[in-house]
C-alpha cells in the first residue's frame, strides 16, 4: 500500500486515510449517543457483519477495512470522507433515519452488499452505478420514488430489494441487469412492469406483491428458473395462460387478493409445486386438473366463491394442509379422503350439510374444522382418527355425536357450542377427565 500504516485507537494497524474516516464516524456515534464518550467501534469478524450479527463493527483485511456495520444508530447522514474506504466490500447502515447518500459512495468500486434498509431515503445517488461489484442492493423500506437510471452499470447485481417505497415504475435499464436471480418491490404502487422487465431470463425470486399491477405479460414464461412467484394483492383479473410454463416454480405461488374469477387450466402444469395460495379472489371453481399438482403440501382457497371441489383433489397424496373456509360449499367429494398426509382440514363459513364417510381415512389429520356450516350429523368414521388433537364443531344443527369420537386417544378439545344437541353424551365427561378440554 502506498500509504503509511498506522495504528488506530484500537491498536489495529490501518492505512492512515481510514483511520480519519472511523474517527468521523465515531465523532457522529458519539454525539447522538450510539457509543459512550471516547468509546470507539469495535473490530468483528467479516461473516458477523455479514450476517448482521452485529449492529456496530468494522472488519480488515490486509490492513484495511472490508466490512463496516452502522445498524440502528440513529444516524441521520454519512460522512463524504465514507467514499474514502475504497476496500471496502460490505456496508450496512440498516435502520436509521438517513435521508439522502453522499455522492461519494460511488468511489466504493468494490462494494459487494449495501444495506440500506429502513431509513428515510427518498432518492439514492446516481453514483450508485458506479459500483461495479456491487451483487446485493436492499433499499427495503425507504420513501423511493424511483430507483435511479444509472442502476444498469450494476452488471453484477444478483438480489435487488425495494420493498416498501413509494415506487411509481421500474427503470427501463434494469432489464440490462441479466444476472438478477431476486428482484423484491413489493409494496409499491407499480401499476405496470415495463417490457425490459421479462428479459431477466435468471430470477429465481419474484415479489411485486401489494401494487396496482391489472395484468402479467405472458413474457413470464421466460422466467424459467423461477422457483417463488409472489403477485398477491394487486388487481389482476386474470393470469397469463404462460404462467404454466414455468416448470421450476417449485416452492411458492402467492395469487392471493386479486380479482380472479378463473385460474387458468395450465396452471397445472406446476407439478413440483409444494404451496399455492389462491385466497381472496373471486373464484366459483379449481381447475379439475388440480390433482396434478401431486407435491404440493400447502393449498390456501379461502375467501372465495367455490361451490364445490373437484374430485382430482384426492390426488394430491402430499397435501398436508386445506384450507377453504369462507366459501359456499355445499358437498364434498369422497376422494378427500385420499389425502392421507394431511394433517389441518379448515372448512368453516361454508354451507356444508354433510361430511363423506372418506374423512376416516384421514389417519394423520390432527385438526378439523367445520364450524359454521350446516352439519346435521357427523360419520361415525371420525372416530378412526387416532391424531386428531382439535374438533371445531361450533355453529352448526347437529342434534347428536357419534360415540365413536370417545375413542379418539389424542384429542386435546372439541367445540360442540351453538348446535341443537339436547342432551350431552355422558362419554364427553370420560374425555374431560382425560385432559380433553369440551366446550357444550
Known amino acids: 500500500m502506498s500509504e503509511e500504516i498506522k495504528r488506530n485507537h484500537n491498536n489495529i494497524p490501518l492505512i492512515e486515510s481510514e483511520i480519519g ?7 457522529m456515534l458519539q ?19 455479514k450476517r448482521n450479527a452485529r449492529n456496530i463493527g468494522f472488519s480488515i483485511e490486509n490492513n484495511t477495512i472490508v466490512a463496516l456495520s452502522l445498524r ?6 454519512l460522512p463524504d470522507a465514507l467514499g474514502q474506504l475504497q476496500n471496502l466490500r460490505y456496508l450496512d447502515v440498516t435502520e436509521n433515519r438517513l435521508t439522502s447518500l453522499p455522492e461519494s459512495l460511488g468511489n466504493l468500486h468494490h462494494l459487494e452488499k449495501l444495506s440500506l434498509d429502513g431509513n428515510r431515503l427518498t432518492l439514492l445517488p446516481a453514483s450508485l452505478g458506479d459500483m461495479w461489484h456491487l451483487a446485493e442492493l436492499h433499499v427495503d423500506k425507504n420513501q423511493l420514488s424511483f430507483l435511479p437510471e444509472s442502476i444498469y452499470q450494476l452488471t453484477n447485481l444478483k438480489v435487488l430489494n425495494a420493498y416498501s417505497n ?17 428482484i423484491s418491490v413489493g409494496k409499491n404502487q407499480l401499476t405496470s412492469l ?13 415479489n411485486v406483491a401489494e401494487n396496482q399491477l391489472s395484468s402479467l405479460s405472458e413474457r413470464i414464461e421466460n422466467f424459467t428458473h423461477l422457483h417463488t412467484l409472489d403477485v398477491g394483492h394487486n388487481e389482476l383479473t386474470a393470469l397469463p395462460e404462460s404462467l404454466g410454463n414455468l416448470s421450476n416454480l417449485t416452492f411458492f405461488l402467492y395469487l392471493s387478493n386479486n380479482y380472479l374469477t378463473a385460474l387458468p387450466d395450465s396452471l397445472t402444469h406446476l407439478t413440483h409445486l409444494r404451496y399455492l395460495n389462491i385466497t381472496d379472489n373471486a373464484l366459483t371453481a379449481l381447475p379439475e386438473g388440480i390433482g396434478d399438482l401431486i407435491h404440493l403440501k400447502e393449498l390456501r382457497a379461502y375467501n372465495n366463491a367455490l361451490t364445490a371441489l373437484p374430485e382430482s383433489l384426492g ?8 384450507y377453504v373456509m369462507n366459501n359456499q360449499l355445499v358437498t364434498l367429494p369422497s376422494s378427500l379422503g385420499s389425502l392421507t398426509q394431511l394433517k389441518e382440514l379448515h372448512m368453516m363459513n ?12 384421514l389417519i394423520h389429520l390432527t385438526q378439523l374444522d367445520v364450524r359454521n356450516n350446516r352439519l346435521m350429523a357427523l360419520p361415525e368414521s371420525l372416530g378412526k382418527l387416532a391424531h386428531l388433537t382439535h374438533l371445531d364443531l361450533r355453529g352448526n344443527k347437529l342434534v347428536a355425536v357419534p360415540a365413536s369420537l370417545q375413542d379418539l386417544p389424542s384429542l386435546e ?16 365427561q370420560r374425555l374431560e377427565q382425560q385432559g380433553c378440554t369440551v366446550y357444550r
Open 21 to 27: 474516516v472511523l474517527k468521523a464516524i465515531e465523532r
Open 31 to 49: 454525539e447522538n449517543g450510539s457509543l459512550h464518550e471516547d468509546e470507539v467501534i469495535s473490530v468483528v469478524p467479516k461473516d458477523e457483519i
Open 72 to 77: 440502528y444508530c440513529a444516524l441521520t447522514s
Open 166 to 182: 413509494r415506487l411509481t415504475s421500474l427503470p427501463m435499464s434494469l432489464g440490462q441487469l441479466t444476472r438478477l436471480t431476486e
Open 194 to 206: 415495463p417490457e425490459s422487465f421479462w428479459q431477466l431470463q435468471n430470477l429465481q425470486i419474484l
Open 315 to 322: 390426488s394430491l397424496s402430499n397435501l398436508q394442509e386445506l
Open 350 to 361: 361454508n354451507r356444508l350439510m354433510a361430511l363423506p364417510e372418506s374423512l376416516g381415512n
Open 413 to 428: 378439545k372439541v367445540d360442540l357450542r351453538w348446535n341443537k344437541i339436547p342432551t350431552f353424551p355422558e362419554w364427553l
